[in-house]
């Protein structure tokens, strides 16, 4: 059972546009939210997060959005560079303390220039 | 300010062996999870550990203990090796009660 998912495994964008990578959950008891980047050969790094409080947050040309009605969010990055080029995984955890972190699969941007 | 790091970076072992990987957490955090990422898969976790206990496990079987030691680092054991042992695990540390945890380069655990 897929808690959290990412369905589209890959995205092409043009430089200079915009970039929205979605993910959808389950799991209600979800409060918490982060959107990792992961280049080959290195371990995710940390881009962005949300709490189930806020309906947004954003950190330079990242934005992150929560719809908790439709357990859906997004990524927005604007605008794309040729550097944002990786797998774009979110994962998402309830309140536990423990942030006990569920992956989705990953999208795979490309960013043409 | 040193990051996270792991190591061996790859690892070759053959089924039934042990295996013991390790990871150094960020300067200040004291919480570390570990997470086994398989070929075309998100990262899924395995447990995290606090203060030297384990705080949280995943749905994984008994042959994967851990460690975490007085200067926080940690090791994951995995003992009798199967086969979809094999993929990249990953180590990431936080600051108590934050959520944002920084990932480890991973170590490449191939199993034959």
């Known amino acids: 059972d897929q808690q959290v998912k990412q369905n589209s495994p890959s995205l092409s964008v043009q430089e200079g546009r915009i970039s929205i990578l979605n993910c959808d959950y389950t799991n209600s008891m979800f409060d918490y939210f982060l959107w990792y980047k992961k280049y080959p050969a290195e371990g995710p790094t940390f881009l962005i997060s949300?709490?189930?409080?806020?309906d947004k947050n954003e950190d330079g040309r990242f934005t992150v959005f929560l719809n908790k009605s439709a357990k859906h969010l997004s990524l927005h990055i604007v605008p794309s560079q040729p550097g944002d080029s990786a797998v774009y995984f979110c994962a998402a955890s309830a309140a536990s303390g423990t942030y006990k972190y569920i992956f989705g699969t990953g999208t795979r941007l490309k960013v043409l220039a | 300010e040193t990051g996270v790091t792991q190591s061996p970076t790859h690892l070759i072992k053959t089924r039934g062996q042990q295996v013991t990987l390790r990871c150094s957490s960020q300067s200040g955090h004291n919480t570390v999870s570990w997470y086994q990422q398989a070929l075309g898969q998100g990262p899924q976790f395995i447990f995290q550990?606090?203060?030297?206990?384990?705080?949280g496990r995943g749905n994984f079987p008994p042959r994967f203990s851990g460690l975490q030691f007085p200067n926080y680092s940690s090791e994951l054991n995995v003992n009798a090796l199967e086969l979809d042992d094999s993929a990249l695990y990953l180590c990431a540390s936080s600051l108590p009660g934050s959520g944002e945890q920084y990932f480890g380069p991973g170590t490449r655990l191939t199993v034959t």
């Open positions: 550990y606090y203060r030297e206990e384990e705080n």
């Open positions: 949300i709490s189930s409080i806020k």
